[in-house]
């Protein structure tokens, strides 16, 4: 079973950048939709971004849109997610997450089987 790890979170003021990384070990990984989550305190966990298996289909959520990009290397099990113009509304904890089935892509967090143990993201006003 493939087993994330996320790296990249801190702290970070309006208008500024981070760079979310997902590695991935273990199978399978390729033939599986990646996304990114967040959970603010007192707030669901929300599907911020999702990329197919193979890299050529994308979701975004309305509020990040513009701003987000997420992105895949299958060849070294990586998933990214670069957030520019951040916003304090952005403040949350950021998940990666594997999708149970394969080669299909949904954004209900019940989709995903596997998850990593999140990053903080804090931007300050």
């Known amino acids: 079973q493939v087993q994330l790890v996320e790296s990249g979170g801190g702290l970070v003021q309006t208008g500024g950048s981070l760079r979310l990384s997902c590695a991935a070990s273990?199978?399978?990984?390729?033939?599986?939709?990646m996304g990114w989550f967040r959970q603010a305190p007192g707030k669901e966990r929300e599907c911020v971004a999702a990329i197919s298996w193979s890299g050529s289909n994308t979701y975004y959520t309305d509020s990040v849109k513009g701003r987000f990009t997420i992105s895949r290397d299958n060849a070294n099990y990586t998933v990214y997610l670069q957030m520019n113009s951040l916003k304090p509304d952005d403040t949350a904890v950021y998940y990666c997450?594997?999708?149970?089935?394969?080669?299909?892509?949904?954004?209900?967090?019940?989709?995903?089987?596997?998850w990593g143990q999140g990053t903080q993201v804090t931007v300050s006003p």
């Open positions: 997450a594997s999708h149970r089935a394969p080669y299909v892509m949904r954004t209900t967090t019940t989709q995903y089987g596997t």
């Open positions: 273990g199978r399978p990984f390729s033939t599986r939709a």
